[in-house]
């Protein structure tokens, strides 16, 4: 298959829309990986593209096919007829929902359905997996998203080359995508200190136990919030408030949109760190752009009246140059409560009540009502099982910048 003549087009099209400037370069970045490959007869490669234009960013995706038996090569929005692109649209609505994401589908505009076409591939059971780029019908912060419309339904749309491309799937299977990072395979680093632990961080007024404890000597978890502030973190604000407990908050640029809610987090003693800007992966950016994620993020933790003491990397995807451009202590999590996929309140107190240990860093996402929900019952049940809830620098004692902990060993 010819590689170059999209990766080309896609070049000019991107040098079009973006000018070089000094301030922001813009960027592209472009990969590619096999994602079926049924021996003579389909190939299917998958471009992933990555585009920083300045302020902003995008992950998008493309997948295109190639049939050996007859030289002939296909894009996504080939394999769908396309007057069946608004039903096409409504099934992938149906099944981010299904899948538990809260999508505005009233209407869905001709442009964004289009786009919907970009990255086409299939189960081996038959079922069309439609890849929901960054920012497509879904906010940023939810990222990239796989909706899987059932065979049934996406039959009755499929070209003939569709379904080519599906038996290929059917005869090959689907060829797994790289994992990206992932915290169980970074190494936590060791105890930040073997002295006695300093006296806890200063600051935290309203927050309660957090105070004065030593998480040396106390059985200390934290709870730590990414992406909000979100429409529901007022109330979980309230509900920490009524039972005295800290809690961590990670945060980018929803922080404009609700400054006083984040000077109401500083002020009754919650802990806040930095979760860039507007939550690329890291590791696909070079560290000039990695350092204006993080320095554009903390400027606006700072003009609502707040400061970053920590930064934890989107999707905990970070290298060694992150860690080094971070200027902070690098912060993961050892207890993933998964509470972004389940959206379900029972699971999520469920997730964080079994998985928390003695200096556990739990991670939660309060742009989730389920998740806001969930908290009561899992302070609640922690504090049952002897754990003093801390914010994550009191539970390590001291981090140091540019260190990488998932909890405190
Ligand atoms: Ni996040």
């Known amino acids: 298959m010819r590689r170059s003549e999209p990766t080309s087009t896609r070049e000019e099209g991107f040098l079009a829309d973006y000018a070089p400037n000094d301030v922001a370069p813009p960027e592209l970045h472009a990969g590619w990986s096999t994602v079926v490959d049924a021996p003579g007869a389909v190939i299917g490669v ?163 136990e957090g105070g004065s404890v030593d998480c040396a000597q106390e059985k200390c978890v934290a709870l730590t919030f990414d992406d909000g502030p979100g429409r529901d973190t007022s109330r979980l604000l309230d509900a920490l408030a009524e039972v005295h407990a800290p809690a961590t908050f990670l945060l980018g640029q929803n922080v404009e949109r609700q400054p006083a809610v984040v000077a109401r987090m500083a002020a009754e003693g919650h802990e806040i760190g930095n979760h860039t800007w507007d939550h690329k992966q890291l590791t696909k950016l070079p560290a000039a752009a990695q350092r204006r994620e993080i320095e554009r993020a903390a400027a606006a933790i700072e003009a609502a009246g707040a400061r970053a003491t920590l930064f934890r990397p989107p999707y905990g995807s970070r290298t060694a140059t992150t860690d080094a451009v971070a200027g902070l202590p690098v912060v993961l999590w050892d207890v993933d409560t998964l509470d972004g996929k389940t959206r379900d309140t029972e699971a999520t107190v469920a997730a964080a009540l079994s998985g928390a240990k003695r200096g556990s860093i739990v991670l939660l996402h309060d742009i989730h009502a389920p998740t806001v929900a969930a908290v009561p019952r899992i302070v609640a049940g922690l504090r049952e099982r002897g754990f003093t809830l801390v914010t994550v620098s009191q539970l390590l004692g001291e981090p140091r910048a540019g260190e990488v902990y998932s909890h405190r060993s």
């Open 46 to 208: 998958r471009s992933e593209v990555y585009e920083f234009a300045g302020a902003s960013g995008a992950a998008s995706s493309e997948t295109l096919y190639a049939d050996r038996a007859t030289g002939a090569l296909w894009r996504g929005r080939d394999l769908v007829t396309p007057e069946d692109l608004p039903a096409l649209a409504a099934a992938v609505v149906r099944a981010l929902a299904t899948s538990g994401h809260t999508v505005d589908a009233t209407d869905v505009p001709d442009a964004v359905r289009t786009r919907l076409l970009d990255d086409l591939t299939f189960t081996t059971a038959g079922d069309l997996v439609v890849r929901v780029g960054d920012g497509v019908l879904l906010a940023f912060s939810e990222g990239t998203v796989d909706a899987v419309v059932p065979a049934r339904d996406a039959d009755p749309f499929l070209t003939d080359a569709g379904r080519l491309v599906r038996a290929a799937f059917a005869q090959a299977g689907p060829t797994a995508p790289p994992s990206p990072v992932t915290p169980s395979s970074v190494t936590p680093s060791p105890a930040a200190s073997a002295e006695p632990a300093a006296p806890a961080a200063s600051g935290s007024a309203g927050a309660g």
